[in-house]
Nanobody
Framework: VQLQASGGGLVQAGGSLRLSCVAS????????MAWFRQAPGLEREFVGS????????GFADTVKGRFTISRDNAKNTVYLQMTSLKGEDTAVYYC??????????????????WGQGTLVTVSS
């Protein structure tokens, strides 16, 4: 199983960025996919997720209204579209997968597989 996250980089505050996560080795359409992030010196935190069935999404309050998540099951890919970026969004972003997971699964331990992370740096 491999989750390959990409799309990170340096962006100015107020800008946008889209992250991608390509999954292999799993029946992607049967997995709820999530994004977490970890800022320097802080614990990894839930950002948002998209359900395996129906495509329902859920987000942390800190990103609600600014970030969206979508998925393309034909490409085994989940996307995190980030807009109106702020300095506090600077972090390593990780994708995660949970079989038949619910969108409310915001705890790291609930997820089965993890990607390697991609760094997002927002300059002010």
């Amino acid at each position: 199983v491999q989750l390959q996250a990409s799309g990170g980089g340096l962006v100015q505050a107020g800008g946008s960025l889209r992250l991608s996560c390509v999954a292999s080795g799993i029946a992607f359409s049967m997995y709820t996919m999530a994004w977490f992030r970890q800022a320097p010196g802080l614990e990894r935190e839930f950002v948002g997720s998209i359900r395996w069935s129906g495509g329902g999404t859920g987000f942390a309050d800190t990103v609600k209204g600014r970030f969206t998540i979508s998925r393309d099951n034909a490409k085994n890919t989940v996307y995190l579209q980030m807009t109106s970026l702020k300095g506090e969004d600077t972090a390593v972003y990780y994708c995660a997968a949970k079989a038949y997971g619910i969108v409310a699964a915001t705890t790291m331990a609930l997820y089965d597989y993890w990607g390697q992370g991609t760094l997002v740096t927002v300059s002010s």
